[in-house]
């Protein structure tokens, strides 16, 4: 794992948040790593089809230390997550593309894309760092680059009135500064970006930009 200091530095303060972009198996190859080095991550998986192909990635995740929380769109799934951050977990999310309707335009490689607020937004609430990761393979080995915390907007936002106005401008502006250091990490190893569904708003339905 390169960059393993940022995650050491950050969880001796407290607790960190980790973006990462889509590439195979990244979940948990990061997670394996974290619990070898004695950090328990937590992720949030939506359901699919069938079943019981989703019942062994639950399985395969939490044999990997993970602890996985299921997603369902719920409300209630992103207050549990600000509270797990809150009690020093640490929070790997994948942050490339929007799977909502509910997330916020940013430049990505020059184009407008949309990419989750959630990330962004626990970070603020919580005060954790927001760590943006990529994963590429060399040969068999797939190595996890860790980059140093994004920058945060300025202020303190643990005791925000959150998604008011200020606090949606602040998560924006931190979320496209997200997107510019996973375009870094793209960048080192594009052909490892497993990203097999439209993420520019160009190339999405009409519907899915309203």
């Not at 972009?21 to 069938?50: C, E, F, K, T």
């Not at 569904?197 to 190339?203: H, Y």
């Amino acid at each position: 794992m390169v960059g393993v200091q940022f995650v050491e530095a950050e969880a001796e303060r407290r607790a960190a948040l980790k973006d990462l972009q889509r590439v195979p198996g990244i979940g948990p190859r990061v997670a394996a790593d974290l619990y070898a080095m004695g950090y328990r991550s937590v992720a949030a998986l939506r359901g699919q089809n069938p079943e019981r192909l989703y019942e062994e990635f639950l399985d395969f995740r939490r044999d990997l230390g993970m602890k996985i929380l299921p997603h369902a769109g719920a409300d209630g799934v992103f207050d549990q997550l600000v509270d797990l951050v809150r009690g020093n977990g640490l929070l790997a999310l994948l942050a490339d593309r929007d799977l909502s309707r509910h997330g916020v335009q940013v430049e990505f490689f020059g184009e407008p894309a949309k990419m989750p607020i959630g990330p962004a937004a626990i970070s603020l609430l919580t005060g954790a760092p927001l760590l943006a990761c990529s994963l590429y393979y060399e040969g068999p080995r797939a190595h996890v680059h860790v980059f140093p915390p994004v920058a945060r907007p300025a202020g303190d936002w643990t005791a925000a009135d959150r998604f008011d106005e200020d606090f949606i401008e602040a998560a924006h502006a931190f979320t496209q500064s997200m997107a510019v250091r996973l375009e870094e990490g793209i960048r080192m190893h594009p052909g490892h970006w497993h990203m097999l569904q439209p993420v520019f708003l160009a190339d999405l339905d009409p519907r899915r930009t309203q």
